[in-house]
C-alpha cells in the first residue's frame, strides 16, 4: 500500500487526513490569507510525511484556496471584496429558491424543528456572548434550509460557494455589530415556512442575505480591506 494512501485509525487515508486539516485551517482562519509554509513545515505540523501533504495541496489549489509555490511550498490564497459580493449574491438566490420550494409543502412544527433549535442556539449563544457557538448554530440553520428543500442539485450549488462564504464570516465575526438581527429574520423565515408562505419565505430570505452582504462590504471598506 502507498504510505501516502494508508488508512489512519478512523478509516480515512492519510491523504484525507491532510487535506481536511489543513482545510479546516483555511477555512477558520487559523491559516490566514497569505499565509505561506513549506510542505516539510506542514508535514512537521501535521506529524506526517511530506508525500500526503502535498497531494492534499493539489486538491486544495483545485478548489483555490492555496497557490502551491515549486521550492516554496504554499500561499494561502486571499477572498476580494468582489468575491464576496458575487458568493452572497449567488447564496441568496439559491438559499431563497430553497426556502420557496420548502415553504411551498408547507411544512410542520415537527419538520420545522431544527430551524427553531439552531435559532435558540443562537441566541443563547448570543446572551453568553459566544460568537463562536452563534456563527455554528447560524450556518446548521442555513444548511438545514437548503437541505429541506429536497433538491440535492440545488444543495450542491449552495455547498460549492459555501467554504469561502464561512472563510470571509468568521474573519469578520469580531468585526461586525453584535448579530442581534439575525435570529429575528431567522423566526420570520420560520414563520413564513410554517404558512405556506413561498413567496414570503424567499423575501425574507433574500433580505436577510442581502443585510449580511452590506455588512460584510462596509467591514472591507471600513478597514480598507483589498482581500480577506
Do not use: C
Not at 66 to 71: A, D, G, Q
Not at 134 to 158: C, P, T
Not at 200 to 223: D, K, M, P, Y
Amino acid at each position: 500500500m502507498n504510505r501516502a494512501h494508508k488508512a489512519s485509525p478512523d478509516g480515512t487515508s492519510m491523504v484525507d487526513a491532510a487535506y481536511q486539516n489543513m482545510r479546516r485551517r483555511i477555512l477558520d482562519n487559523v491559516w490566514a490569507p497569505g499565509f505561506q509554509a513549506l510542505e516539510g513545515e506542514i508535514a512537521l505540523q501535521l506529524g506526517m510525511s511530506r508525500t500526503p501533504v502535498r497531494e492534499a495541496l493539489i486538491r486544495l489549489a483545485n478548489e483555490s484556496l492555496v497557490e502551491v509555490i515549486p521550492r516554496r511550498g504554499m500561499r494561502v490564497l486571499p477572498v476580494s471584496p468582489t468575491d464576496m459580493k458575487e458568493i452572497y449574491e449567488i447564496l441568496g438566490a439559491l438559499e431563497s429558491t430553497a426556502a420557496e420550494m420548502l415553504a411551498a409543502r408547507k411544512p410542520d412544527d415537527a419538520e420545522l424543528q431544527p430551524l427553531v433549535a439552531a435559532t435558540r442556539a443562537m441566541e443563547l449563544a448570543l446572551e453568553r456572548d459566544d460568537l463562536d457557538a452563534w456563527a455554528k448554530a447560524d450556518e446548521s440553520f442555513h444548511e438545514q434550509l437548503v437541505n429541506m428543500a429536497g433538491n440535492r442539485m440545488l444543495a450542491e450549488a449552495v455547498f460549492s460557494y459555501w467554504d469561502r462564504a464561512h472563510r470571509a464570516r468568521m474573519f469578520t465575526l469580531r468585526l461586525r455589530p453584535k448579530p442581534v438581527n439575525s435570529t429575528k429574520e431567522h423566526m420570520a423565515l420560520v414563520d413564513r415556512l410554517r404558512e405556506g408562505d413561498a413567496a414570503g419565505a424567499a423575501t425574507v430570505n433574500r433580505e436577510h442575505r442581502q443585510r449580511a452582504n452590506r455588512e460584510l462590504l462596509a467591514i472591507f471598506e471600513r478597514f480598507r480591506l483589498q482581500q480577506m
